[in-house]
């Protein structure tokens, strides 16, 4: 009777741990990214996922990262809209080119697609600009502390495909310490949305842009 009692126990923390943790989403969707120029340009836009856990077919498109629960599990977080991430990004970056002036045309992609190929999507566009954002690593880790891990490249090119700006984009900081994984819907956003802010101001990319 004991036994069965503590397994009870066990099975109610069990049961009440995964209601915290699965199916967490984060809202992205609401991010505003501020740029700090203006222009008259158009500009062909692809960003394209290359994390590996999505590449092999591990985590499905709309992953953002991991909350390690007590026992050690890492369950995986998503988009608030269910959309792939990619296209979350790429969306909330059309507006605030287009908020400055600029025509911006998505190209869509999918992690299964080849870079040439998108490549040759963004020059069939006949757009002034063409730009690919490719995301080698972007999620992510809540426990005690969240963590986000970055390593993403940002290729700019005139309208024939020949390069006129790359840049890569590296780090793994913690970002908050939230004992009670209550808050990563505020603290999450806010970051991404200053670092995204920070690529796209970037005075390598700015001035093949403006």
Do not use: H
Request: charge should be positive; charged fraction near 25%.
């Amino acid at each position: 009777m004991k036994k069965l009692c503590v397994f009870a126990i066990y099975s109610i923390f069990l049961i009440t741990l995964m209601g915290c943790v699965v199916g967490k989403k984060v809202p992205y969707e609401k991010m505003k990214v501020e740029i700090n120029y203006s222009g008259t340009k158009s500009i062909a836009l692809a960003v394209y996922d290359q994390r590996e856990m999505v590449v092999k077919g591990s985590r499905k498109a709309d992953f953002v990262g991991y909350q390690l629960s007590d026992i050690g599990v890492a369950w995986p977080m998503g988009t608030k809209s269910g959309k792939n991430f990619t296209d979350v990004i790429q969306e909330i970056i059309s507006q605030s080119f287009k908020s400055k002036g600029y025509t911006v045309s998505l190209i869509p992609t999918s992690y299964k697609d080849n870079y040439d190929d998108i490549k040759t999507r963004l020059i069939q566009s006949s757009s002034d600009r063409l730009m690919i954002i490719k995301f080698k690593k972007l999620q992510l880790v809540m426990v005690v502390a969240t963590m986000i891990d970055i390593d993403v490249d940002i290729e700019v090119f005139d309208k024939s495909g020949n390069t006129l700006a790359f840049k890569n984009f590296q780090k793994s900081e913690k970002i908050a310490t939230d004992i009670l994984g209550t808050n990563y819907k505020k603290y999450a956003p806010e970051y991404l949305e200053k670092e995204i802010a920070s690529w796209m101001n970037d005075p390598q990319i700015t001035k093949e842009l403006k």
